[in-house]
C-alpha cells in the first residue's frame, strides 16, 4: 500500500480571518489533522492575522477550544501542545496600518509563504494592496480565497481584477471544497484511468446525468447574505457547476492545472441556457414547529429560491441531446449529495419474462459518506430459471484497500496542502468563475424580468412537485436523494 502522507516542506501559513468561523471550523482543525497525519513539518507555522487583540497564547486557546468542538478527533495533549507550539498571531487591520510592519518582520521570505483571505471578499483588495505595498507577498507567494466569486460577472470580473493588480493567476488559490472530496477525483481515476467507462461516456450511452446537492439545514445565521444570493448563486455556479465540468469534460491530455481547467473552460462554454419551463424555484414554507425561509432570512417579501432545480444541455458531440439535471435546496428530507450517471436500457431483452428494462446507474455519493457504486444487472442465485435483479458494485473497494480506502481527509485539508505544494489542479480558474456567471447571469435575469416567484415547498421533503415533475414528464425520476 502506497502511503498517502507525502511531507510538505517547511512553510508559512498566515490566515486572515483566523479568529472567524471559517477559521475555526474547518482550516485549523483540519490542519491540525494533517499535524497528526505527520504531513506538518516541524518547521512550518501558522499565522493567524485578525482584528481581535490576542498574543499568541491567547490564540493557541482559542485555537486548542476549536479543535476540542470541530477538530472530529480524540487527540492526545501532548500532539495538541505540539501543534499548537506551531501557531502565532498578529492583529491587523486589513484597511488600516495596524500590525502590518509586523507581519513583515515575521514571514520567512526564503520558504513557502501562503496567506489565505478567510474574510469578507470586500476586504480583499484591501490585503493584496498591503500584502503588496509592505512587501510581504513576493512573485513565489500563494493566496487562497473563498466563494463568494463576486455575485455577477461584473462584481467577480472587479475581484479579479483588484486580485490580479497584485498577483499572477498562478498564485491565486480559488477554493471550491467539493473539489477537495476524495470522490471527486476519484471520479477522474475511474474515467480517465480504465478503459471501460469512457468509450461509454457519451450520448450514445449515457441516457441522462443528475447531480443533487440536498441540505437539510435552512439558512440559520447566514439569512441576511444568503437572501442576496439564493440557491442558484450560492450553489449552483460554483458546487453544483465544478462537479458538473469534471462529468462531462474531455480527457485532458495531462493532469496539471491548466489542462485540467481548459478542459472544465469548454464545459461551461457550451452549456446552454436553460428554457424558463425547465427551472424550478422554491422556497421553503413555515411548519407548525419551525420558521419557513422568509422568517429566517428575516425578509417577509423575499422572492430568493433556497431551492433550485434545473435541466440544461451542453452543445457539443460528446453530449448532445443528454440533459444534464441539477438540483440543490435546504431544508429538505436528507443530507445527501450524488452524481448519478443513468446509462441507457439495454434495449432488448433475451430472457424470457424479465419485463424489466435494465440499466446500469453509476453513483459518485459525496454526502453523507463518500463512495462510488455501479448497478449492475446480474442473475438471481439459485434455481428457478433466469430472474434478473439489479445489484451495486462498491467502487469504493474498502475491502481491498485497507483503511486507506475510508480516508477521513477533509475537503479544507487537502486543499491546503495542495496550496503548500503548489498544485492548482483542483482549484477554479478565475476565467472559469466568470464563465460560470457568463451563465448563470441571464438566468437571474431572466427571473427578475418577468418577476419568478419561487414555490414554496413543505420542510423534510425533496422539494416543490414541480421539480419531480421536471423528471417525470420525460420518463424518468430523481435518484440522488434515498426515499
Ligand atoms: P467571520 O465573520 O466569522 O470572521 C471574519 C474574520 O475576519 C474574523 O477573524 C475577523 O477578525 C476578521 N476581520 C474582519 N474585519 C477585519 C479587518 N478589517 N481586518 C482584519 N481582520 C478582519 O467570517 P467567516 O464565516 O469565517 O467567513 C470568512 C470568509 O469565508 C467569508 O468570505 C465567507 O463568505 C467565506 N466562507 C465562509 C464559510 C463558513 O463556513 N463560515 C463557508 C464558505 C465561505
Known amino acids: 500500500m502506497v502511503s498517502r502522507v507525502i511531507p510538505v516542506e517547511d512553510f508559512d501559513l498566515v490566515i486572515f480571518g483566523g479568529t472567524g468561523d471559517l477559521a475555526r471550523r474547518k482550516i485549523l482543525p483540519g490542519l491540525f489533522r494533517r499535524f497528526l497525519a505527520g504531513q506538518m513539518p516541524k518547521g512550518a507555522r501558522i499565522i493567524g492575522a485578525a482584528r481581535s487583540e490576542l498574543d499568541d497564547a491567547g490564540y493557541r486557546k482559542m485555537v486548542d477550544e476549536a479543535i476540542g468542538e470541530f ?3 480524540d487527540a492526545k495533549r501532548a500532539d495538541l501542545d ?15 496600518t495596524d500590525g502590518w510592519s509586523e507581519l513583515h518582520d515575521l514571514i520567512r521570505f526564503d520558504l513557502v509563504n501562503a496567506f489565505y483571505f478567510s474574510v469578507a471578499p470586500s476586504l480583499f483588495g484591501d490585503l493584496a494592496e498591503r500584502l503588496h ?4 507577498a513576493d512573485d513565489d507567494s500563494r493566496i487562497v480565497v473563498e466563494k463568494p466569486f463576486g455575485r455577477d460577472l461584473e462584481t467577480a470580473q472587479a475581484l479579479n481584477n483588484t486580485l490580479a493588480q497584485h498577483f499572477d493567476e498562478t498564485q491565486i488559490y480559488r477554493i471550491d471544497h467539493y473539489l477537495g472530496k476524495e470522490t471527486v477525483q476519484n471520479l477522474m481515476a475511474v474515467r480517465f484511468g480504465n478503459l471501460l467507462f469512457e468509450p461509454l461516456w457519451n450520448n450514445h450511452y449515457i441516457d441522462h446525468i443528475q447531480i443533487t446537492v440536498a441540505e437539510t439545514v435552512g ?44 478542459e472544465k473552460l469548454k464545459v461551461i462554454r457550451a452549456l446552454q441556457e436553460p428554457a424558463p419551463h425547465h427551472i424550478v424555484r422554491g422556497q421553503y414554507d413555515a411548519s407548525k414547529t419551525a420558521p419557513g425561509y422568509r422568517e429566517e432570512a428575516g425578509n417577509p417579501q423575499s422572492h430568493t429560491e433556497s431551492f433550485i432545480a ?7 458531440w460528446r453530449w448532445a441531446g443528454v440533459p444534464f439535471y441539477l438540483r440543490t435546496g435546504k431544508k429538505l428530507k436528507a443530507r445527501s449529495s450524488e452524481i448519478t450517471v443513468v ?3 439495454i434495449g432488448h431483452s433475451i ?5 424489466k428494462r435494465h440499466r446500469n446507474i453509476l453513483r459518485i455519493q459525496l454526502q453523507p459518506n463518500e463512495g462510488m457504486e455501479l448497478q449492475v444487472t446480474i442473475k438471481e442465485p439459485g434455481p428457478g430459471g433466469m430472474r434478473l435483479i439489479d445489484v451495486p458494485l462498491d467502487m469504493t473497494f474498502a475491502e481491498a484497500l485497507g483503511p ?19 498544485n492548482q489542479t483542483l482549484f477554479m480558474r478565475g476565467d472559469e468563475v466568470e464563465a460560470a456567471w457568463r451563465w448563470t447571469d441571464p438566468i437571474i435575469e431572466g427571473w427578475q424580468r418577468r418577476g419568478d416567484v419561487p414555490k414554496l415547498y413543505d420542510q423534510g421533503t425533496t422539494g416543490p412537485e414541480d421539480a419531480l415533475m421536471l423528471l417525470h414528464r420525460e420518463g424518468r425520476r430523481w435518484q440522488g436523494i434515498k426515499e
Open 71 to 73: 477538530g472530529g478527533v
Open 82 to 96: 505540539a501543534f499548537l507550539a506551531q501557531l502565532h498571531y498578529i492583529t491587523v487591520d486589513a484597511r488600516g
Open 133 to 136: 505595498d509592505y512587501k510581504i
Open 219 to 262: 439558512v440559520e445565521g447566514r439569512g441576511a447574505y444568503y437572501d442576496q444570493a439564493g440557491a442558484m448563486r450560492d450553489m449552483v455556479q460554483n458546487h453544483l457547476m465544478q462537479l458538473l465540468c469534471l462529468i462531462a469534460m474531455e480527457a485532458p491530455s495531462v493532469f496539471d492545472a491548466d489542462a485540467v481547467r481548459d
Open 310 to 316: 434545473l435541466r440544461c444541455e451542453i452543445a457539443n
Open 343 to 345: 446509462y441507457k436500457d
Open 351 to 355: 430472457f424470457p419474462g424479465d419485463e
Open 404 to 422: 486507506d480506502a475510508e480516508d477521513s481527509t477533509d475537503a479544507y485539508e487537502r486543499l491546503i496542502m495542495d496550496v503548500i505544494r503548489g
